[in-house]
Nanobody
Framework: QVRVVESGGGLVQSGGSLRLSCTTS????????VYWHRQAPGYPREEVVY???????TYAASVKGRFTISRDNAQNTAYLQMNSLKPEDTAVYYC????????WGQGTQVTVSS
């Protein structure tokens, strides 16, 4: 059984930082690209960043320079370090492993107060 579990969300003040984790089981994590998406109330889900299995990264313009994705294949875990957070970063953040045909977590709420 494949499991994808996000953690690390919470409430933070504008300018603060959070580190999200995406822990997987049931797959060979190193074989997959990893994506972080987010969805704010009333808005469609958007892709924030992804990392290929080879380590190539692509960031949305809105987070470039503030967010950093990383992965630890030995721990079957991906991370999203979020710095200089803004109120507009408030959303549920989802981890996806493997893209459209892949696996999703349940999401973790990030709330940035002004």
């Amino acid at each position: 059984q494949v499991r994808v579990v996000e953690s690390g969300g919470g409430l933070v003040q504008s300018g603060g930082s959070l580190r999200l984790s995406c822990t997987t089981s049931g797959i060979r994590f190193s074989d997959y690209s990893v994506y972080w998406h987010r969805q704010a109330p009333g808005y469609p889900r958007e892709e924030v960043v992804y990392m290929t299995r080879g380590g190539t990264t692509t960031y949305a313009a809105s987070v470039k320079g503030r967010f950093t994705i990383s992965r630890d294949n030995a721990q079957n875990t991906a991370y999203l370090q979020m710095n200089s957070l803004k109120p507009e970063d408030t959303a549920v953040y989802y981890c996806n492993v493997g893209g459209k045909a892949g696996y999703w977590g349940q999401g973790t709420q990030v709330t940035v107060s002004s």
